[in-house]
């Protein structure tokens, strides 16, 4: 059975840090191309950061580019989301997904949902 399952959420102040980690299990990881995607209230679920499972490469939206770096484990079959100077606007649902054909994470084009990790950025 496919699941894709995140942590790392919760509360952080302004300017702080934390780490999402989403766990694989049920296919082979290192075959996927797989992204971190977040929903916000009243708003539509927005891609924000994808890793390649052809060349490793990786693409981040223009709002978190800087502040964001996504990794992959391949063999702990992880992904991971490392977020600093985080800010209110972060506030949101995170959810990682993955893709078994292609390099890049289009939101409709992705074949695997986690259920999602809330992050709440306020002081």
């Known amino acids: 059975q496919v699941q894709l399952v995140e942590s790392g959420g919760g509360l952080v102040q302004p300017g702080g840090s934390l780490r999402l980690s989403c766990a694989a299990s049920?296919?082979?990881?290192?075959?996927?191309?797989i992204g971190w995607f977040r929903q916000a209230p009243g708003k539509e679920r927005e891609g924000v950061s994808c890793?390649?499972?052809?060349?490793?490469?990786?693409s981040y939206a223009d709002s978190v580019k800087g502040r964001f770096t996504i990794s992959r484990d391949n063999a702990e079959k992880k992904l991971y989301l490392q977020m600093n100077s985080l800010k209110p606007e972060d506030t949101a649902v995170y959810y990682c997904?993955?893709?078994?054909?292609?390099?890049?994470?289009?939101?409709?084009?992705?074949?695997?949902w986690g259920k999602g990790t809330l992050v709440t950025v306020s002081s």
């Open positions: 997904a993955a893709r078994g054909y292609g390099s890049s994470c289009p939101r409709r084009a992705m074949d695997y």
């Open positions: 049920g296919f082979t990881l290192g075959y996927y191309t």
């Open positions: 890793i390649s499972s052809i060349d490793g490469s990786t």
